[in-house]
């Protein structure tokens, strides 16, 4: 048993991009990252032991996202082991992620580590969308970056982008985007299985209702997606449905071309400012900005939606 998930592991080789690399960098970066994933499989101090019921919820996840992943085309499958997943008391997820506090969980790509918090994740149907949630960016789509330094930073997760060669105010373009999606197929994975997730936890339909979807799912977030999905169905001719699943199948594929048409619709530069929610580190520029993006999509007059845009731009570059 053990020797089958730890290959599967370390065999994953990631992929470096943002510069030329001199030769052997990328062999050598792959290494260290390989190294890191093995030293995170350690359980550490203060970590809670996880039980029967843990083990089969771990278990579980996998199986529900090789579905979802096959229903959206791919071959590839969930192997998250649970030597991959740290469950931690709320004392001991905030001495190490401070930032966090109100987290139920983080996902850390470069040694592909899901921390789970809980004291958020105190009942069943939260723990199950938190591991769900942190496993969904683990098996996104992702690219790595070396710095001239030696430091190792991912570059893209799903469709959250981070291009730390270029100096920018704003990296982790695309994050409340991402957010919002895989929250998105958090809800439509638990909705599916809501069967077999109270045969085998007990978890009901009201449990898995609304509120224990994060900040990904706030209404401002759902309004520019929405109206995102609706114009684009329009445009294209398809149902509203299919642009969503297109939207969801791009997490995972190695391009975000599924977002091309938004450009096409709402005019050049609308990816881009798309891409601004969520992409400070101060919540209050994410609050303003998230407004002003929410104004720019519901905006039909292209003249407003025009200077709607210079107001962005001026604000976020
Ligand atoms: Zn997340």
């Known amino acids: 048993m ?48 996880k039980t029967a019921d843990d083990l089969l919820m771990i278990g579980t996840v996998n199986d529900l996202i090789t579905e979802e ?20 008391p709320r004392e001991v997820f905030i001495k190490k992620f401070p930032n966090n506090v109100n987290s139920k969980g983080l996902f850390q790509s470069t040694d592909q580590t899901i ?13 199950i969308s938190a591991i769900l949630h942190e496993s969904i960016h683990l098996n996104s789509s992702d690219k790595y970056y070396r710095d001239p330094e030696g430091g190792i930073s991912d570059a893209r997760v799903g469709y959250r982008l981070n291009s730390l060669w270029k100096e920018a105010k704003n990296q982790n373009k695309l994050k409340g985007f991402n957010e919002f999606m895989v929250e998105f197929t958090v809800n439509r994975i638990l909705e599916r299985n809501a ?39 329009e445009y294209r001719n398809i149902d509203q449905g299919k642009v969503i699943t297109d939207f969801e199948r791009g997490q995972f594929s190695n391009t975000i071309l599924a977002l091309k048409d938004i450009d096409i619709v709402f005019g050049q530069g609308s990816i881009r400012i798309l891409g ?7 919540r209050e520029h994410n609050a303003k900005i998230e407004k002003m993006i929410e104004l720019y999509f519901v905006t039909e007059d292209l003249g407003e939606r025009k200077k709607i845009k210079e107001e962005i731009l001026s604000f976020a570059d």
């Not at 789970?116 to 723990?127: H, S, W």
């Not at 997606?225 to 114009?231: G, L, P, S, Y």
Request: aromatic share 10%; charged share 35%; glycine share 8%.
């Open 195 to 233: 069967r077999l997730l109270e045969e085998r936890f007990g978890i009901t339909e009201k449990d898995i209702e609304g509120t224990i979807y994060g900040v990904g799912f706030h209404p401002a977030r759902v309004k520019i997606v929405e109206t995102i999905v609706k114009k684009v169905a």
């Open 276 to 282: 601004f929610l969520d992409s400070f580190k101060n």
């Open 2 to 49: 053990l020797c089958i998930w730890y290959i599967e592991v370390m065999d994953k080789k990631p992929e470096f991009i943002g510069r030329k690399y001199p030769e052997g960098l990328i062999k050598r970066s792959q290494d260290t990252m390989k190294e890191w994933r093995k030293d995170a499989l350690e359980p550490f101090e203060g970590e809670i032991e």
């Open 69 to 88: 992943l096959k229903k959206l085309g791919f071959e590839k499958e969930s192997k998250i082991t649970p030597e991959q997943i740290h469950l931690m």
């Open 115 to 127: 921390y789970i918090n809980k004291g958020e994740a105190d009942i069943r149907a939260l723990m």
